[in-house]
């Protein structure tokens, strides 16, 4: 039985930071490294030219891109895994 809190006021947790995002893993590495280049960066001073600046900013552009490309593609992965799962549903159900 709901007590009268559970009754009165339900609960309002955020709900968006438990969903998890199709696809992360590949920006998730393309994060890293560019977290690990733009350290290396801090590290050698901030150099505007040479080699670490060019890998911090291909690095970095290369997490932006990816994360651009997941939110164009995030309802496209959503959708294949959902008509995966009521396909498997339909075929262990036997329904037509």
Known sequence: ML???EIHYPDTSNKATDRSIPGWTDV???????????NISL????PHCGVVA????????AY??????LRKTSQLLLNSVL???CFLVVLETGLR
Request: proline share 0%; aromatic share 14%.
């Open 3 to 5: 007590g009268c809190w």
């Open 28 to 38: 998730a590495e393309a994060r890293s490294r560019s977290i690990f280049w733009h």
């Open 43 to 46: 590290d050698c001073g901030r």
């Open 54 to 61: 060019n890998a911090m900013s291909t690095t970095r552009a």
């Open 64 to 69: 932006h891109y990816a994360i651009r490309y």
């Open 83 to 85: 008509q995966t799962r």
